[in-house]
């Protein structure tokens, strides 16, 4: 009878509707997966996911807004900030990820994958090319030095902005600060501070239709990876109380086949710790469902139904008895949830990056601005190319008038002279066609840039180079998308094959 029963519901009405929206969706390229490196679904044992921005999607406007608000009441209330900090909106549009604070100049850096910085604001205020070169006189900088803070989550969006405003008033000397690497570290502890005294979490709590995105698609996801016989684990940072509070609200009463949403998955451990979970040998601790208290028992076995702590990903491998390519890890932060994963456990990885539909919906409507781009890039080259040629013809004839003029013939002199005014034209009109194309090669780039972000431009690419963060995404994620339910377009058990790796002079014969 629970047979029969998991069976008709399969194909329920409401079932059966969310699966046909789902289809017509998946002709949408920006809710594709994306591949770096090969990953076999069929290889795979077991499926973990981090919660926030991952499992749960957050209503960006409405949380950064939030925690923008209760760091600036923090800062006044913790670290003596004048009032006059609380009057500022916040510009949830200002910053993109994949940014780059400059905590000792008070400097917001956009740089790309050889860590050169391309555009840089000063507080907001926008540095041109030669203030760029002065501060940043090798060009290049080192981003794992201290002096510098990766804005890699959408959880860092608000506090960048608000280190920009404040730097800002620091400079007009509205706030009284000895350097902006004090103003960052005041900002830095009192966003902790929110995250750690509850009292983010407990407004988010209040009103969680407000501040979360309920995907009706999660669900069916989870389900479809389970009846394939894939193993479901949640490893999170956040803890136990909140954690349940946001799973129940995304999970509970969506599907009749799991009676609560622990029943989607084998294992549950709060508290991680990530990403010292990957780095350290910290010891898995029970939870009390009841309080949130840890038990202090040793422990040696993760039980579905109990709620863990803490941990390590070797004892977690030993004890599901799988490791390495066996274990997929799906997360949104490209340190502590791919990186270092990546690097530490050989886990198999996917990157949810909220803005990549945007980002793919941006490009397909510059699609004509590209195309043109290309053109006239191609053009410039060939006038710049006939520009050298006639140039250097007429340095030539130039040369040899000064050389030989007096033992030429009259016809001859009037030949040569000719011939150089001739030249002189030629290199005027080029140079003149040639500033043109590059004035029109200029325009379409910021057009396209700014159909990205007025700003910063697009998150992936800066001009020519792909960014910082792009680069990131290509060696550290081993397939990315937009959001969880992407993975339903696909068999359990795919076999998402990456792209053969092109050279560049590989790329010229298979263009021509």
């Known amino acids: 009878m629970e047979k029969i029963l998991k069976s008709l519901l399969f194909y329920s009405p409401q079932r059966l509707e969310i699966l046909g929206s789902l289809i017509e969706e998946n002709h949408d390229v920006s809710k594709r997966i994306f591949v770096n490196r090969t990953v076999r679904m069929d290889e795979i044992k077991h499926i973990g996911f981090d919660m926030d921005y991952t499992l749960a999607v957050y209503r960006k406007k409405e949380i950064e807004e939030l925690a923008f608000i209760l760091t600036l009441t923090k800062l006044v209330e913790n670290k003596g900030y004048p009032d006059i900090i609380k009057h500022i909106k916040y510009d949830e549009t200002y910053v993109i990820r994949g940014l780059v604070i400059d905590k000792q100049k008070g400097n917001i850096l956009k740089l790309d994958k050889h860590k050169t910085v391309r555009r840089a604001d000063h507080g907001t205020r926008a540095l041109h090319e030669k203030e760029i070169k002065d501060e940043y006189t090798s060009g290049k900088i080192k981003a794992v030095e201290e002096r510098y803070f990766s804005v890699d989550t959408l959880f860092s969006l608000p506090e960048a902005y608000m280190f920009a405003k404040m730097v800002d008033m620091i400079d007009l000397k509205e706030i009284n600060k000895n350097s902006y690497n004090e103003l960052f570290d005041d900002i830095r502890v009192c966003i902790d501070m929110i995250h750690k005294d509850g009292s983010l979490k407990s407004e988010i709590s209040k009103n969680l239709d407000k501040y979360i995105e309920k995907d009706l698609k999660l669900p069916l996801v989870l389900d479809k990876l389970i009846e394939k016989g894939k193993k479901l684990f949640l490893l999170t940072n956040s803890e136990w109380s909140y954690t349940n509070t946001v799973m129940s609200h995304l999970l509970n009463n969506t599907m009749l086949e799991y009676k609560d949403w622990t029943d989607f998955f084998e294992i549950i451990s709060c508290h991680a710790s990530k990403p010292d979970f990957f780095k350290e040998n910290n010891k898995f601790f029970e939870v009390n469902k009841d309080n949130g208290d840890f038990f202090t028992h040793e422990i040696n076995n993760l039980e579905k139904g109990k709620i863990y702590a803490k941990g390590n990903f070797q004892k977690l491998e030993e004890i599901i008895n799988s490791k390495g390519d066996e274990i ?109 194309v590059v004035h029109q090669i200029l325009k379409a780039k910021k057009r396209i840039d700014t159909s990205f972000h007025k700003k910063w431009g697009p998150i992936f690419h800066e001009s020519d180079e792909i960014t910082r963060f792009g680069e990131q995404v290509r060696d550290y994620a081993w397939i990315y998308t937009s959001k969880i339910s992407n993975l339903f377009y696909y068999p359990a058990n795919n076999y998402f094959k990456s792209h053969r790796d092109v050279m560049p002079h590989e790329k010229s014969m298979l263009f021509l």
């Open 328 to 436: 997929l890890y799906v997360g949104d932060h490209i340190y502590g949830d791919i990186l270092r994963s990546n690097k530490e456990s050989g886990w198999r990885t996917v990157l949810v990056i909220e803005e990549l539909e945007e980002e793919i919906e941006k490009t397909q409507e510059s699609y004509y601005d590209m195309k043109s781009l290309s053109i006239l890039e191609e053009k410039r080259d060939k006038l710049d190319y006939e520009l050298i040629i006639y140039s250097n013809k007429l340095k030539k004839l130039q040369n040899f008038k000064k050389n030989n003029y007096d033992n030429l013939s009259d016809e001859e002199k009037e030949i040569t002279n000719k011939g150089i005014s001739d030249l002189i034209n030629a290199v005027k009109s080029l140079d003149t066609k040639l500033h043109k």
